[in-house]
T-cell receptor, first 113, second 117 residues
Framework: KQEVTQIPAALSVPEGENLVLNCSFTDSAIYNLQWFRQDPGKGLTSLLLIQSSQREQTSGRLNASLDKSSGRSTLYIAASQPGDSATYLCAVDSGAGSYQLTFGKGTKLSVIP | EAGVAQSPRYKIIEKRQSVAFWCNPISGHATLYWYQQILGQGPKLLIQFQNNGVVDDSQLPKDRFSAERLKGVDSTLKIQPAKLEDSAVYLC???????????????FGPGTRLLVL
């Protein structure tokens, strides 16, 4: 059974800092890995998706890496802004015929102005 | 493109009562998912439909939870009777069938926040 762990559970940083969120998973037989953002009272928004054959993906100030063999992924946020404050969830897709996401508990990020 | 719609947004009930949630997926998405997200946890898949058939309901507490997607479009999730531990956000998501999408991801609705007293 796939298990996903995210560290830290919460993080508070001053505006402008670069930061790293960590995700680890127990079963390396994955289809892809995604990072989602969740704002209070809202659903999840997909930020980055890394296929199992890829090493990293970038979107603006976000960069996600994947080391499938060691079961780890990191999400790097450059020059953090107060608008980045949210909960970030890592999800592993282990499904073959259909998407089956297993989520971590998330990291709650607060960026202080 | 309209997103995934869910209603109601909030619901407060007493234990042992019944409750139903409704979801309308993105048009053309064959696969629909219901997740339960307890405070401080990540979403947990309850049931997955492809068209009107169940793909996975291994984590659905079948003694009290039921779900249907009769016409392969919108879906209803029901809890009867509710327990205190059912207090959570219930998220609906939809996706295209794998292999047909450029961006292979699920699209989530805003969720229904349930409080059982």
């Amino acid at each position: 059974k796939q298990e996903v762990t995210q560290i830290p559970a919460a993080l508070s940083v001053p505006e402008g800092e670069n930061l790293v969120l960590n995700c680890s998973f127990t079963d390396s037989a994955i289809y892809n890995l995604q990072w989602f953002r969740q704002d209070p009272g809202k659903g999840l928004t997909s930020l980055l998706l890394i296929q199992s054959s890829q090493r990293e993906q970038t979107s603006g100030r976000l960069n996600a890496s994947l080391d499938k063999s060691s079961g780890r992924s990191t999400l790097y946020i450059a020059a953090s802004q107060p608008g980045d404050s949210a909960t970030y969830l890592c999800a592993v897709d282990s499904g073959a015929g259909s998407y089956q996401l297993t989520f971590g508990k998330g990291t709650k990020l607060s960026v202080i102005p | 493109e309209a997103g995934v719609a869910q209603s109601p947004r909030y619901k407060i009930i007493e234990k042992r009562q019944s409750v139903a949630f409704w979801c309308n997926p993105i048009s053309g998405h064959a696969t629909l998912y219901w997740y339960q997200q307890i405070l401080g946890q990540g979403p947990k898949l309850l049931i997955q439909f492809q068209n009107n058939g169940v793909v996975d309901d291994s984590q659905l507490p079948k003694d009290r939870f039921s779900a249907e997607r009769l016409k392969g479009v919108d879906s209803t999730l029901k809890i009867q009777p509710a327990k205190l531990e059912d207090s959570a956000v219930y998220l609906c998501a939809s996706s295209l069938v794998r292999g047909l999408a450029i961006q292979e991801t699920q699209y989530f609705g805003p969720g229904t926040r349930l409080l059982v007293l």
